[in-house]
Structure formats: structure tokens, C-alpha cells
């Protein structure tokens, strides 16, 4: 990434930073004696043509983790494509850039036929066959296993075998080759509901491999293995019907220790698995199903599998009939059953650049015949509903006091109307471009591992921002007695400092971060600071024209140099886990328009049901460059960086709480982006699925499709009926253009229990 230019609003303010000209630290205390780590930036949920993805794996590792030719390279990377089967040879590669001795490029057998078109394919399904990635398994000489689908030359092969046989020796062969830390997962077609991302990586990657000698011609077999994640996709994934127990080398059993198994009314003897079937019940039954394939994974991999509902609100609420979306009561199942496993969600969903930003959208599904809404109808800021709205679900499980942690995702598929390799999108960012999670990764002197990595995603130490708005974080918080050798507020920040600065956190007694918990006596005060850079120079957004949603307020700034508008710190109270058939565990967010009005408004949380609320959650601070509660801007004395700091006392607390943060580039009460308080609004306003909601105009001119309004921005238009649109007929802000102008981040929290109050049962 490129240095921003000198932002006005925030003078270089390094005496301010360090008070009297030294940063004040807290004196030497007993050790947590935690392993050295750094935040490193990573992705675990994208595609590619091992399922529905545009692009070869090799590809989207170089466009994930190259700092050269694409510099948002990530630190960590895993690639997970969907559950169940497919056809195509995804070894196959692109060019002769991609060429390596182990998987070489094949231009005469094997030309690779680039996916183009609004859907990311080329011609017709008719024309598989005729080349990469087109090129089918039995085409190129692969036999699937098991009882496959389809007719040959373009039967199906079963995931469990592409894990097994292709995928993971590919992936490893490209973790050594590249030096790079991949490793292998799924997302999960879920049975009783939608999609998940998940890994097991039991086998994946040993140690071994650090002093492997590659083999200088093709092929290559793995000294790992990836039969465990290959297991669980034929035992657990809803999309895979195999029932030959992972055909004649397998034999797989998937029984789960202290289950029914097969006194289960789904279990399959033949298949050795549970096949919920019927259509009455059947969202029941799988919802079952998937508790089984949690508790499996706390059984065999509790400390090297997780498991994370993705774009959990995309398809609508809970069916028991079918297979749909998930209530809270789903995700406090999980977490109830596999709490090192089922450890969060990713409700700030991928598909940022989409017609419908994630995907989500009103009247997205069928079920039984009846269209139902996305939850929430759309994306708020670009997230889920259940993540977006202060004092919602994700509020309500932490005022549980629960593991339960936000993540992001790419979800990497194709670039819409454009080739992989153009910059404008109409559907997908890559891994790294847009979307990232910050994660601490404490690996001491070794190298970044999987196992270092799963540890880091479990510990909840994980932030995440889109569009590069902020590129580090540090947020802590300190005990302070009124009366005794109270820790100052400048103790405290300048902890955060030296954390922020050499890009790690905190190992001091009194203090906890992320995904940690304070214990403290009653009437201790809790001194929070927040250090964050908001990096210099642009973004990787390809465009330069000023920001057309900040436009409507006056406010000239190019889209690829986006500045932290704000930050704002909520609070909620914990009270403790929900009983199950208690009337507080379960509760279905308000379907659209009780929720979601056609104005694109919103309803309070007056109408949502107990179990999916927190009331007590509310922002509680906001700091900004210009108003009342101004953070300070300093020079790192690291690299000379610019970063903002900031901090906020809470007094004599008596209750067990949270403290969480988010932050936009966009101020309080910009049109159709955010409310008065800052809140982010109904993504309707720039989804362009529906033309007549469209309300940013964008007007910018140039010579290319990168200095002006590129030319597949859509126009606004006003409805049949009813009130015109006030800017139908001009070019409105939608795609990757509203992704671009309206960016978040957000923080896991840190948890404080007082002593005699309610236990923050879910975090060590």
C-alpha cells in the first residue's frame, strides 16, 4: 500500500502524543507471560474452480498473498470453496506466469478458457470440456470416486475426494513452493441452513515440509494429509450425497461419541451418516444434523477446527422446512455445543461490489413457494443486520458473556462483468483487496502456521476493516483504583502506543485486550485507550474521483484516499448465558417490512424479541478529529508513521460489561449512508438490483473509467407509481463504486467482570 497524502484535519501532533516528551509506561507487573505474536491479515472463505469459482487456485493464491504484483497481498491465507461435487480439473492454470514444475501449465491440452460475462462464465454449460477450466476430471485422465453424478466425460467428483487427492497436495505443495502460510477449508453447504466457513486441519501442512525438497518435474505427493476436513464434508456437508462412506479406501464411520448415531431417526446405515430427508421437518432435522457436526469437531479437532456461519443473514430466517438461514438460537447452539469451535460468525459477508452489496436483498428466496427476505432485507454498511445494528444479536450474544466473534470474508467468485484481472467489479473483491481480518497471531520466532493461525482466530484478538481505513489497532483496557496507586489515563495510552506501534498487543497484568476478560473489584475504574492508524497515501481502490457520497455534504475527497471519520466505543451489560426453552433463548429477527420499511427506513428495536437484543448496548463515546472528544495524531517512533490515539475512563463499575468498537470514513448524517448517531443505513439506497431506490447521484467526469463515474454504474429511475426519484435519470453510486465510498472497521470486545456479578462465563 502506497502513503497517504498529509490529511488537514489531522495535525502531526507528536508532543501532544507523549505529553511532556515521554511516554509514560506502567510500572513492571507479574506476567501473563503470553508468546510474541503481531496482528497479520488474512481470508478463509473464497472460490475457485475446484467449486464455482472463476479462477484456478494457483491464481488466487498469487492475488491473495503476491505483495508485488497485487499489493494487497495478505499474511495468512485459506482457500475453501464449497461442499458437495463438481466437474472441473482445478490444478489446471491460467497462463505460463502461473507454471510450476509439480503443476505445469498445459497450453496444448489444456488452454485455459477465461471466464467473462454478469455471471462469470463463458458460453454455455454445453461447452464444458472444451479447455480449462472447462476441462473435466475424466477429461484429464482423473476417475471420481464414489457413487458420483453426471454422465461421463464430465461426472461429478465428490469434495471429500478432491480434498483428499487434489486439493490439499496442491495446497501444500503451493504453501512450500511459495513459502507462504496456506492451508485448506470448506464452506460448508449446511445442512437446515445455508453456508459456513470451516476448516479441520488435523495433518495439514507438518513441519516436515520446512525441509521438503520439491520435486523439479509434475507431480507431487503430500507428506500431509487432508482427511480429516475430507472426512467431515462427506459425514456433514448437506450438498454431499455420497453415501459409499468415502468409497472402498475410507470406510468412513460418522459417528460422534455420546450422539444417537444410529438410533438417530436420519442415520443412514449404508452411508453411515445422517441424511435428514422428507420435507416436513427436514430444517429441524438438519439444524440436528450440523449440532452433530460441531460436537464432532470438539470430539476430534476441538483445538484445530472452526466453525463460522457465513453471511448468516443472507437466506432469510430459519425454516424448519427446509434449509435456510439461521435465528440466534442456531448460533448459541453451536457455541453452546463446540465453544473452541463454533466461536463466531462472519456477518460482514463478501460480495461487496454486487448488484446487492453481499448478496443480500428483498425478495431474495423461495421458500415453499412464499419470497422471503434476506434478515434485515440488505447489508448496513456493508454488514449482516445481526452485526450492524447496536444492541442486535451480536450484542445479545456477548451480553451472555459468550466466545462469539466477528469476521469478515471475501467470498471470492468472479469480477461480475469483468475479467480477473480488471480492477472495476460488479460482483466480488479478492481476498486481501477489500476485506480483511486483522488477526494475533502469536507464533514467537516460528513461522506463521496453521495452528498458530486457528489459535488466533479462537482468542476473538481479531479486527476487521474494509477499504483500508485503518491497517492497525491497539484496544486495551486497565484496572484503576480511586485511592490507591491508580493506573493513569497516560499509563494506559501509552501502552496502546508501543502495542500499535510494533503492530502486537499488551502482556500486563490489570490490562486485556481483545477476546480477553478484566476481572476487577467493585468501584474500579476502567481506563480504555485506542490507538489506530489510519494509513497514508491510497487505498486499492482503482478509482480517483472524489467520494460521491461524502459529495452530498460538501466534503471533497478522492475515493482512494479515504480518512477515519470517527470512532465510536459500545457498551453492553452481561447477564449471563440463556437457558434453552427458556422464552429469551429463541426469537426470529422481524421479518421485512416489519423490520425494513419500502422507504429503505428501519424500525427500533422495540419490535425485535428478547433473544435477539440487548437493550443495554449503546455507544458510549465517540472520539474524532474535530469535535469535543478529539484523539491526538503522533509520528511512530517506530517508522514514523502517523497514528491516532485516544482514551476514556469508565467510572465505578458495578456490573459485569463489554466494551466493543467501530469506526467509517463517513461523519454523522450523510445522506442515505448514515443516521444521526452514525449508525449505518439500509444498503437499498445503492444496491442496484432496484433502480427506483438509487439516491447518490454520481457526477465526477473524466478521460478514463478510473478519473470519472465509470461507465456500469447504473441510473437511477423512479417507480410506476408513487413519489418520483430525485435524481432519476442520472448516474447513481452503486457496485464497487458504494463499496468504495462506505467503509467500516470493526473490533471484537474486551470483556470486564466485576467480582460478585455476573461471570463472563465464555472466556477464560
Known amino acids: 500500500m502506497t502513503m497517504k497524502l498529509t490529511k488537514s484535519k489531522i495535525a502531526l501532533a507528536v508532543a501532544a502524543a507523549i505529553g511532556t516528551g515521554t511516554i509514560v509506561m506502567v510500572p513492571s507487573v507479574a506476567s501473563a507471560a503470553k508468546t510474541p505474536g503481531k496482528y497479520v491479515a488474512g481470508d478463509v472463505h473464497n472460490h475457485t474452480t475446484c467449486s464455482d469459482g472463476s479462477i484456478s487456485m494457483q491464481k488466487l493464491v498469487k492475488k491473495a498473498t503476491d505483495k508485488t504484483d497485487t499489493p494487497w497481498g495478505l499474511d495468512w491465507f485459506v482457500q475453501a470453496g464449497h461442499g458437495g461435487n463438481g466437474n472441473r480439473n482445478c490444478t489446471l492454470v491460467e497462463d505460463a506466469t502461473l507454471s510450476t514444475p509439480a503443476y505445469p501449465y498445459d497450453a496444448v491440452n489444456y488452454p485455459f478458457t477465461q471466464f467473462s460475462g454478469s455471471n462469470g462464465t463463458t458460453g454455455s454449460i454445453a461447452a464444458m470440456g472444451s479447455g480449462g477450466p472447462y476441462t473435466t476430471w475424466e477429461q484429464s485422465g482423473v476417475t471420481p470416486k464414489g457413487l458420483s453424478s453426471g454422465t461421463s466425460p464430465s ?118 451418516k445422517l441424511v435428514p430427508t422428507g420435507s416436513t421437518g427436514v430444517g429441524t432435522k438438519g439444524h440436528n444434523k450440523t449440532l452433530e457436526a460441531v460436537k464432532w469437531m470438539a470430539a476430534y479437532a476441538s483445538n484445530q477446527s472452526y466453525y463460522l456461519p457465513t453471511h448468516l443473514e443472507r437466506a432469510g430466517p430459519f425454516n424448519p422446512d427446509g434449509n435456510n438461514g439461521f435465528n440466534i438460537e442456531h448460533l448459541r447452539n453451536f457455541n453452546n455445543a463446540a465453544p473452541t469451535v463454533a466461536f463466531g460468525f462472519e456477518t460482514q459477508p463478501g460480495h461487496g461490489a454486487s448488484a446487492n452489496r453481499g448478496e443480500y436483498q428483498v425478495k431474495r428466496n423461495s421458500i415453499g413457494g412464499i419470497l422471503v427476505d434476506s434478515v434485515g432485507g440488505t447489508t448496513y454498511g456493508g454488514t449482516g443486520v445481526y452485526g450492524a445494528v447496536v444492541g442486535g444479536v451480536w450484542d445479545a450474544l456477548l451480553g451472555e458473556g459468550r466466545n462469539y466473534w466477528f469476521f469478515a470474508s471475501s467470498d471470492w467468485h468472479n469480477r461480475g462483468s469483468f475479467g480477473p484481472d480488471d480492477r472495476r467489479s460488479t460482483q466480488d473483491f479478492y481476498p486481501g483487496e477489500y476485506q480483511r481480518n486483522y488477526t494475533m497471531v502469536r507464533n514467537g520466532t516460528d513461522k506463521l502456521r496453521p495452528q498458530t493461525i486457528v489459535d488466533g482466530l479462537r482468542t476473538g484478538n481479531n479486527f476487521t476493516s474494509s477499504g483500508q481505513l485503518i491497517d492497525r489497532m491497539a484496544f486495551i483496557a486497565c484496572a484503576s483504583y480511586p485511592g490507591l496507586a491508580a493506573r493513569t489515563n497516560a499509563a494506559v495510552e501509552g501502552l496502546a502506543v508501543s502495542a500499535a506501534t510494533n503492530n502486537t498487543d499488551i ?32 487505498n486499492y481502490s482503482p478509482y480517483t474521483f472524489n467520494n460521491p457520497s461524502l459529495a452530498q455534504i460538501g466534503v471533497s475527497q478522492p475515493i482512494n484516499q479515504p480518512v477515519l471519520d470517527h470512532i465510536d466505543m459500545i457498551r453492553g451489560l452481561v447477564t449471563g448465558y440463556k437457558t434453552p426453552g427458556s422464552s429469551d433463548y429463541s426469537g426470529e429477527w422481524p421479518r421485512n417490512t416489519n423490520w425494513l420499511h419500502a422507504d429503505g427506513t428501519t424500525e427500533t428495536l422495540s419490535v425485535v424479541p428478547a433473544a435477539a437484543k440487548n437493550t ?54 450523510v445522506p442515505y449512508e448514515t443516521d444521526a448517531d452514525g449508525n449505518p443505513l439500509a444498503d437499498v439506497y445503492t444496491n442496484q438490483n432496484d433502480t427506483t431506490m438509487l439516491r447518490i447521484p454520481c457526477t465526477a467526469t473524466g478521460t478514463t473509467q478510473y478519473d470519472g463515474c465509470p461507465a456500469h454504474l447504473p441510473t437511477a429511475t423512479s417507480p410506476v407509481s408513487g413519489a418520483a426519484n430525485p435524481i432519476a435519470g442520472q448516474k447513481a453510486v452503486a457496485y464497487d463504486v458504494a463499496a468504495w465510498s462506505d467503509l467500516w472497521f470493526y473490533s471484537n470486545p474486551i470483556y470486564v467482570e466485576v467480582s460478585g456479578g455476573t461471570v463472563v462465563a465464555g472466556v477464560k
Open 155 to 272: 461426472k461429478n467428483m465428490w469434495r471429500w475426494q478432491s480434498i483428499q487427492e487434489i486439493q490439499y497436495p496442491l495446497i501444500e505443495y503451493l504453501n512450500a513452493y511459495n513459502n507462504k502460510p496456506l492451508f485448506l477449508g470448506v464452506e460448508s453447504v449446511v445442512a437446515g441452513h445455508e453456508h459456513a466457513s470451516m476448516s479441520v486441519i488435523t495433518g495439514q501442512i507438518p513441519a516436515a515440509l520446512d525441509t521438503y525438497t520439491l520435486p523439479s518435474s509434475a507431480g507431487y505427493t503430500a507428506l500431509g494429509d487432508g482427511t480429516m476436513l475430507a472426512k467431515w464434508e462427506y459425514c456433514f456437508d448437506r450438498a454431499d450425497t455420497d453415501t459409499s462412506r468415502g468409497s472402498v479406501l475410507n470406510q468412513w464411520d460418522c459417528s460422534v461419541p455420546g450422539s444417537l448415531n444410529a438410533a438417530d431417526p436420519s442415520w443412514n446405515g449404508t452411508a453411515m
Open 616 to 669: 443495554s448496548a449503546a455507544v458510549i463515546k465517540t472520539f474524532n478529529g474535530n469535535g469535543l472528544s478529539q484523539w491526538t495524531a503522533f509520528s511512530s517512533p517506530v517508522d514514523g508513521t502517523q497514528f491516532l490515539k485516544m482514551t476514556y475512563r469508565i467510572p465505578a463499575v458495578s456490573a459485569s460489561q463489554y466494551v466493543r468498537l467501530r469506526g467509517t470514513n463517513l461523519p454523522q448524517s
Open 507 to 538: 502482556d500486563v497484568a490489570g490490562c486485556a485486550t481483545m477476546g480477553e476478560k478484566l476481572k476487577v473489584r467493585p468501584g474500579a475504574e476502567i481506563v480504555v485507550s485506542i490507538v489506530v492508524r489510519d494509513p497514508a497515501g491510497t
